[in-house]
């Protein structure tokens, strides 16, 4: 199982992986840990990343960026209508009733129309290819990063982007929670779960958005206090103080507009963004210089840290608006904040850090990386949900950052409406609601407060319940659903059930007939206690709702209302009944399931399927594309290969008529290759114009790379003979190294010498004779195979090892005798010290003793 997290910013963009060292943020094709977030369409093929940004002026229609912005939105949408004033987009609005935003590109020679959720999965294939390049194994399961202000529907937009580019997203992850979880996993100080938290800070300016969030740490914990955003705050609205700056000044100063012209306007932005760059390192002026800037006419310009900052004066007071807000939403003061990290390519502005270290009170860290803290966040997220890779344990609660209420039909009159989810609950969450209805009915999530929601509709979806009647009484029957905020921040609504409540006979002991009947009725009244907290009722229904809190948790279990039965008791319909037994009526409550319809915004399962298809589709082309754009280029390559080699080291092997002709063909060759004709040929007309080429060209290269190898090779197969001849002359003379082989296996060694020196002889005189613009008429690998065979054959019998001799075994004094002698074994001296040996009489045997 794959360990891979995936920053997506709207400018750059970062892949994390886990491996057994840790987490590692890799590299793409160019060697860059961070890819541009951009995606190119052309004639024949996609581009994304550097690629893609290369043709950001040139190709600047087929050229789209920041489409994470548009995900999920409308054309009416005023975020939609913003995004214009900073790049040129061709976007339509789709005619099938869906409203959706098209993209409007010319790709495979016609306008083809591709949704936000389509060029997002275009880029998150592109990451998934840098991914699987890194790991050599396929990619599936990730987790991504998303702003923390992201809605409903654009985090399930994010999701069906996920699914048709092929990914399993175990869990979208916001910005600052990923940050968070950087830090707090690897720092060994944190205070224990009984103590005072450790307060930190972490602000996050990227491209085009600010947001900063307060989070509580302890030891396996991070608690998200609260988070304030912008969303229309970032480093490219400080470029555009820069582009507004040299365009009026361009304009005075050259009378040139460099917002009437799309390529200029681009340029002039790359230029500001390096300006900036530079500024935030350089306090003395920078330049700024373009060449043929418009109608050819070259523009210059200068700007120092402090103007620039001047011009910035409304942006930095947005800034430091967002920072206040968060001591707000927090009730926190700055003393009590430990610790400020900033993170993302904006916050390296000074003035921004400068309003960090005020707002806050304390000089920001930058122990972080601020381009890839995002991206390892994701990855230890990803970690952690993987079974194949072991992470302590590490608690994360984040926060509800907008109200969430559910409205449904009550009256004819009046509607009925309940916060489900207020601001800043810990999530995920799930909530059960009891409603009491007769008929199917529909429920709408909304956001409370849709000014203060970075989306234009307030609307979350619609749920209808049906399969919903009257109980046995007549009444309204009780409904029981689950609403909840899921890991992914995505609102449900799921589990309807309708409660059937019955009353059964339970055969009880008489004495024991008051004391149940008393607990019966203490159950009934708690039950009527619930359902009359918080109820909201209906005059012509009687319809009542309530709302009870589950655990902190993605799923709550549902429980009775009422005990299946106090005792288990069942009765007994085979024996006669106990005069002493009554049967007390007690209530019990059935389950049954309801159909539910979600009507949300996001992709249909066919829908989805259909994309993929487009996607796998679009796949193939490029493979296709890529493999086509290789066989040109090969053909390309070896007409300026060969064509400097016929000058040189190939001369002398070809004569001068056959010279000539190939450099007519590799001429012809040339001026089609560049010609309309072969622009877009298929891969085997540019196979076959290669092959044509070889045939001339090989046998030229192959000449050439003989006369190199073969003296070689006719040297090595001499020297081997020599050797050989050598061995055969000390057999001769009865060396001692060779006199144990035999007579025959010597005539054997001395036959495949002789064969070996005539064939050698004989090729050597054949060469010798050859030009040098013939095929020759032997080959290096040829004289290396003679020489093998001779190798094998002779060394092997010349290299055979003398037989071993084995000596004869020698006696060992010390080795004691056999007992089967015993007479020897007497006549043997007896050792010094040790008794004489009797004789079986008792007779002491003759003996001397040796002092």
């Known amino acids: 199982m794959s360990v891979v997290g995936f920053d997506i910013g709207n400018y750059k963009s970062s892949v994390g992986v886990a491996r057994a060292g840790g987490i590692e943020i890799v590299a793409n094709e160019y060697s860059d840990r961070i890819t541009p977030t951009y995606v190119s369409f052309s004639n024949n093929e996609r581009h994304q990343g550097h690629s893609a940004k290369q043709q950001e002026i040139t190709n600047h229609k087929n050229t789209l960026s920041c489409f994470k912005r548009l ?411 689950k609403a909840r905020i899921t890991k992914n921040g995505i609102f449900e609504i799921s589990s309807p059930q309708i409660i059937e409540t019955i009353e059964v006979n339970v055969p009880q002991q008489a004495p024991q007939q008051a004391p149940q009947q008393e607990k019966v009725d203490e159950q009934e009244s708690k039950q009527s206690q619930v359902n009359g907290n918080g109820v909201a009722h209906d005059q012509s229904a009687n319809e009542t709702v309530d709302s009870s809190s589950a655990a902190n948790a993605d799923e709550t279990t549902m429980h009775d209302e009422q005990s299946n039965g106090a005792d288990g008791a069942k009765p007994d319909n085979s024996q006669t009944p106990n005069p002493q037994q009554v049967n007390v009526k007690k209530k019990k409550t059935k389950a049954i399931d309801l159909p539910l319809t979600a009507k949300v915004p996001q992709l249909s399962k066919n829908e989805i399927n259909y994309y993929i298809e487009q996607e796998l589709s679009m796949i193939q082309q490029d493979k296709k594309e890529k493999e086509r754009s290789e066989a040109k280029n090969s053909v390309e390559e070896y007409i300026y290969e060969i064509r400097e080699k016929l000058s040189n080291e190939y001369e002398r092997f070809i004569l001068e008529e056959n010279k000539n002709a190939f450099l007519r063909s590799l001429d012809d060759t040339e001026s089609w290759l560049y010609s309309d004709d072969a622009a877009n040929q298929e891969k085997n007309v540019y196979v076959d114009r290669l092959n044509n080429l070889k045939n001339f060209g090989e046998p030229l290269k192959k000449r050439y790379k003989e006369s190199l190898e073969r003296p070689q090779a006719f040297e090595e197969l001499g020297r081997s003979l020599q050797q050989i001849k050598k061995a055969l002359t000390q057999y001769s003379q009865n060396d001692e190294k060779y006199n144990h082989l035999d007579k025959s296996d010597i005539d054997k060694v001395v036959k495949h010498a002789e064969e070996k020196q005539k064939w050698f002889e004989e090729k050597s005189n054949l060469v010798s004779k050859m030009k040098p613009s013939e095929d020759p008429v032997v080959l290096a690998s040829q004289i290396r195979a003679e020489k093998e065979s001779l190798d094998r054959s002779c060394w092997s019998i010349l290299n055979k090892p003398k037989p071993k001799v084995e000596p004869p075994p020698k006696a060992n004094p010390e080795q004691p005798q056999p007992q089967a002698q015993p007479q020897q074994q007497q006549q043997q001296p007896p050792q010094k010290g040790a008794p004489s040996p009797q004789a079986p009489n008792d007779k002491p045997a003759d003996r001397m003793e040796v002092d």
């Open 71 to 481: 995900i999920g939105r409308k054309l009416n949408d005023p975020q939609v209508q913003n995004e214009k004033t900073y790049q040129p987009l061709q976007i339509t609005q789709s005619q099938n009733g869906d409203d959706k935003l098209l993209y409007n590109v010319d790709y495979l020679g016609e306008t083809k129309q591709f949704t936000c959720d389509q060029i997002m999965a275009t880029f998150m294939t592109k990451l998934k290819s840098i991914a699987e390049m890194n790991l050599n194994s396929k990619v599936v399961d990730c987790v991504i990063t998303v702003p923390s202000f992201y809605t409903d529907a654009e985090r399930r937009a994010i999701l069906d982007a996920s699914q048709i580019a092929g990914l399993n997203c175990l869990k979208l992850m916001n910005d600052t929670t990923a940050v968070a979880l950087t830090y707090g996993l690897y720092h060994s100080s944190l205070p224990d779960l009984n103590e005072k938290p450790h307060i930190a800070v972490f602000v996050d300016m990227g491209y085009t958005q600010i947001q900063a969030s307060a989070v509580a740490f302890n030891k396996g914990k991070l608690r998200m206090l609260a988070t304030t955003f912008d969303n229309n705050l970032g480093g490219r609205d400080f470029d555009r103080v820069l582009m507004d700056h040299f365009q009026a000044e361009f304009k005075q100063k050259y009378k040139v507009d460099a917002y009437s012209n799309v390529r200029a306007r681009l340029r002039l932005r790359a230029e500001c963004e390096k300006l900036k760059k530079l500024m935030s390192s350089n306090a003395s002026p920078i330049p700024l210089n373009i060449e043929c800037f418009m109608n050819d006419i070259d523009v210059s310009g200068k700007m120092k840290r402090e103007e620039f900052e001047k011009l910035s004066e409304s942006l930095l007071a947005r800034v430091k608006k967002t920072l206040s807000e968060l001591l707000q939403e927090a009730k926190l003061k700055p003393e009590e904040i430990d610790l400020v990290e900033i993170v993302g390519g904006s916050t390296r502005i000074p003035a921004v850090k400068q309003i960090v270290s005020e707002v806050f009170a304390k000089e920001p860290s930058t122990t972080l990386n601020a381009d890839e803290a995002c991206a390892r966040g994701a990855t230890i997220m990803c970690a952690i949900l993987s079974p194949t890779f072991k992470v302590k344990e590490f608690k994360i609660e984040e926060c509800q950052l907008f109200p969430i209420t559910l409205n449904w039909k009550g009256a004819e009159t009046d509607d009925n409406e309940l916060e489900v989810f207020p601001h800043l609950e810990k999530i995920p969450l799930s909530k059960l609601l009891t409603i009491y209805k007769r008929e199917p009915f529909e429920i709408e999530a909304r956001y409370r407060y849709p000014n203060n929601i970075p989306y234009n509709d307030p609307r979350i979806g619609k749920f209808l319940i049906g399969n919903i009647t009257p109980n046995a009484q007549g009444e309204n029957s009780e409904v029981k659903l």
